[in-house]
C-alpha cells in the first residue's frame, strides 16, 4: 500500500485546512486509516482513525472537537479537516494504514505533509 498524503501548508489561526490521504497499491477494504501528527522535539501523536467500511471514526481527545474524519471508498482517499488551527497545530501531519487483522500495529506510512498555523 503507497499513501500519499497532502493539502499541508501555512494558515493563519483560527483558520482551516483539508488534509487528503490516497491510497494506492492494493485493496484496503479491510484496513483502517489513521492520521497522525508529529511536531518537532515531540513525540509523534494520534489524531483519529477511520475504517473503509462500517463504524464512525475514533478521535483523540485533543481534536475531536475541530478536526474530521472521512473517507471517499470510489477516490481511495480519506481526508482530514481541520478547523479552528491553532499554532500548537503546527507539526508534520501523517497518514497510515494498518490492516485490521493487525490490531493497534500501523503496516503502511505517508510521507508526510507540513502544517504551519501563524499566530
Known amino acids: 500500500v503507497q499513501l500519499q498524503a497532502s493539502g499541508g501548508g501555512l494558515v493563519e489561526a483560527g483558520g482551516s485546512l483539508r488534509l487528503s490521504c490516497l491510497a494506492s497499491?492494493?485493496?484496503?477494504?479491510?484496513?483502517?486509516m489513521g492520521w497522525f501528527r508529529q511536531a518537532p522535539g515531540k513525540e509523534r501523536e494520534f489524531l483519529g482513525a477511520i475504517r473503509w467500511s462500517g463504524l464512525s471514526p475514533d478521535y483523540a481527545d485533543s481534536v475531536k472537537d475541530r478536526f474530521t474524519i472521512s473517507r471517499d471508498n470510489a477516490k481511495n482517499t480519506v481526508d482530514l479537516q481541520m478547523n479552528s488551527l491553532k499554532p500548537e497545530d503546527t507539526a508534520l501531519y501523517y497518514c497510515?494504514?494498518?490492516?485490521?487483522?493487525?490490531?493497534?500495529?500501523?503496516?503502511?506510512w505517508g510521507q508526510g505533509t507540513q502544517v504551519t498555523v501563524s499566530s
Open positions: 497510515a494504514a494498518g490492516e485490521l487483522l493487525h490490531g493497534d500495529f500501523w503496516d503502511y
Open positions: 497499491g492494493r485493496t484496503v477494504d479491510n484496513f483502517r
